[in-house]
């Protein structure tokens, strides 16, 4: 094991991400793995890895452990993998954020891979996203298709497909500020991209990944993948799972599509944030009536409260005050 050192600067809320000095060894691609407190599910997702990786040459995998107490992750990488996957630890715990941005300046292949500890890729992600980078120098980011598992990897739903074929996502920008279209194991990301844009912003303590990916967007061509290549967990203590009961997601979604205003078309930013708004106005009046059916009063209250701020357009007024009235009642 070994200790980190961190290596990035912050600009602002952004972690810079330098270049790879001149000389260094450069793999095609670097598979970073940040953990906190998922050693139980570390396991399958090195597997996924494994199974498709290449050599070292081509291939940097790490995990990069932010301190966990509650777990060891360092003796799942060492009986699965030592020697071919690296372990770090940083020496006290930073965050997810500042964690990433670790992961991404000692990340030196040409394309990153951010995959939480949690998560993991199904055969062939690899391969579809390279043909992808490989297509156009101007690709900035390649993403696919993914599926929703539950803590022992059930698929519970699979996404739309946004397109019918792989190739540039027609107007990415503006469809992925719309509404959270990625999530972080199904995309790869241009080195160079991160380099130009800087890491995840700190002042997201959810969304960060959304604005991440609108970001690149609003300045890259994103390549689509429409098979369904990823999974992503859910489960309660994750980030998101933590923020989700009194909807403190919701309000950094808020804060993502105000920010979004500065990296989209201004003639359009104006429509397309008020588009983002609506979508999430009705995410929250759905989270509403699920905690109404199970008598969660406090937590229906917080989700109004967020549709609310979303929106005020005569139909969610209605229904929000519906649904206010009905968890009011003993």
């Known amino acids: 094991m070994r200790i980190v050192t961190p290596l990035h600067e912050v600009s602002g809320s952004r ?20 953990t906190f407190h998922c050693a139980r599910h570390l396991g399958e997702t090195l597997l996924g890895v494994l199974s498709q990786a290449p050599g070292a040459d081509q291939m940097q995998i790490e995990v990069v452990d932010d301190a966990s107490t509650l777990d060891d992750p360092e003796s799942v990488v060492r009986s ?14 930073v965050g997810h954020i500042r964690n990433f941005a670790t992961c991404l300046q000692r990340a ?8 939480h500890g949690d998560d993991f890729v199904l055969p062939g992600f690899y391969a579809a996203l390279h043909r992808g980078f490989e297509s156009d120098p101007a690709i900035g980011a390649a993403f696919c298709r993914w599926m929703v598992v539950d803590e022992k990897s059930r698929r519970l739903s699979v996404v739309e497909p946004l397109q019918s074929n792989p190739g540039p996502l027609t107007d990415a920008a503006a469809r992925l500020a719309e509404e959270q279209r990625i999530v972080t194991p199904s995309i790869a990301v241009r080195r160079t991209a991160y380099e130009r844009l800087g890491g995840f912003d700190d002042r997201l303590l959810c969304a960060e990944d959304w604005e991440m990916w609108v970001r690149i967007a609003a300045s890259h061509t994103i390549w689509y993948e429409p098979a369904p290549l990823a999974a992503y967990r859910t489960r309660p203590d994750s980030n998101t799972g933590r923020h989700f009961r009194l909807a403190g997601e919701l309000g ?15 003639d359009r930013a ?11 106005a009705r995410t929250a009046l759905s989270n509403a009536r699920d905690f109404a059916r199970e008598g969660d009063a406090q937590a229906v209250r917080a989700h109004l409260r967020a549709a609310l701020r979303f929106s005020r357009s005569p139909r969610v007024l209605l229904q929000a005050a519906r649904l206010l009235a009905g968890s009011a009642r003993p």
């Open 270 to 280: 104006p429509s397309i944030m008020r588009t983002a708004r609506r979508t999430y």
């Open 15 to 34: 972690a810079r991400i330098e270049p790879v000095p001149d000389g260094s060894p450069r793999p095609l691609w670097s598979v970073m793995i940040p």
């Open 80 to 93: 699965l993998a030592e020697g071919r996957v690296e372990f770090v630890r940083q020496p006290a715990n």
């Open 108 to 115: 030196r292949g040409h394309y990153v891979h951010l995959l």
């Open 252 to 266: 950094y979604n808020r804060k993502a599509i105000t920010m979004f205003g500065s990296y989209l078309p201004a």
